[in-house]
């Protein structure tokens, strides 16, 4: 009998990844869309789940524009808090586990070291009010989960800071980036990754691999101006244009609608430990991303487009 995989969401960056990633043997993944289901629709999400009776469900839709949620507080956490608590009764309903994808703006980013799973969560936005809500309630609803709580997540499809800093690159001779926020890009190949390997074992029968674990990228921390430094080089590397200045700033020299916290630097010794899971060095992930963007521009029908 194949053991069934229900992922909410294709579209995403993870969603994508999790699409075209190798999934055991054995496995019957099915993906839907939200033209099938809109998480700001709670009963769809419940519907959904109790009628295709899954084994496991991967919750890889969210509603991620942060500096819109400051406006669009409703449908943040109609999306954030209120679907994943849906998924979470249907699969309680069922007997299924479930899979979800968190963020490091749960935290205010105040805290001087990396960040474990069980330090309080203080979000300064309502982005991050809203995820932090969606896993409260994901925690109170059902036993048989994992949260995966992830930052700076990029990949070669959608809309992140990898391609908005190489389209940037390719318009402008100078850009400004902030250099006091501190984190570690992940790859959402490598997020993907590690939630089909915690499936996998899930399925397998372990027990004990419940709750929350940190995942990103591996090697050291960055800011998002090094990011971008180490994005303009690769480029570089690979014939694209650069900009001929990339100037750092700091937060105030480029305020936002929603605060970042300074601090998004995650501890992912958990995972390392219980799963036996940790990325490669966010430069090495970093390379893959580009290779796969610059192959894209050479042959259109090399990537498939993501809506986000």
Not at 98 to 111: A, C, E, L, R
Not at 114 to 137: F, Q, R
Not at 284 to 292: G, P, Q, V
């Amino acid at each position: 009998m194949s053991e069934k995989i229900l992922v909410i969401g294709r579209r995403g960056q993870v969603g994508y990844e999790l699409h075209r990633g190798a999934w055991p043997a054995g496995f019957a993944v099915d993906y839907v869309e939200r033209e099938q289901v809109n998480l700001a629709h709670p009963s769809e999400a419940r519907d959904i789940v109790v009628s295709r009776r899954p084994d496991i469900v991967v919750n890889a839709a969210a509603y991620t524009a942060v500096d819109a949620a400051e406006t669009d507080r409703e449908t943040a956490f109609a999306v954030n808090r209120d679907g994943p608590a849906a998924l979470a009764d249907a699969c309680r309903e069922i007997g299924a586990a479930m899979i979800h994808f968190s963020t490091d703006y749960v935290f205010d980013g105040g805290k001087s070291g990396a960040y474990i799973e069980d330090d309080p969560v203080n979000p300064l936005s309502v982005y991050g009010a809203s995820k932090a809500a969606g896993d409260a309630a994901l925690r109170e609803r059902l036993d048989r989960h994992v949260i995966l709580r992830t930052s700076w997540v990029y990949s070669a499809t959608g809309q992140n800071f990898v391609k908005t800093m190489l389209r940037l690159g390719a318009e402008r001779e100078e850009l400004r980036i902030v250099d006091d926020q501190h984190g570690t890009p992940t790859s959402a190949a490598d997020l993907a990754r590690a939630a089909i390997a915690i499936a996998a074992e899930l399925i397998g029968g372990r027990a004990d691999g419940f709750g929350t674990f940190n995942f990103t990228g591996g090697g050291e921390t960055t800011t998002w101006y090094g990011f971008a430094r180490e994005i303009f080089r690769g480029a570089a590397e690979r014939g694209a244009k650069a900009p001929r200045a990339v100037q750092p700033i700091t937060t105030a020299d480029y305020p936002l609608p929603a605060p970042r916290p300074r601090n998004s630097v995650l501890d992912c010794g958990k995972i390392a430990r219980l799963y036996g899971i940790a990325a490669p060095p966010w430069q090495a992930a970093l390379s893959d991303c580009l290779d796969e963007i610059v192959a894209a521009q050479t042959s259109p029908d090399a990537a498939e487009g993501a809506t986000r």
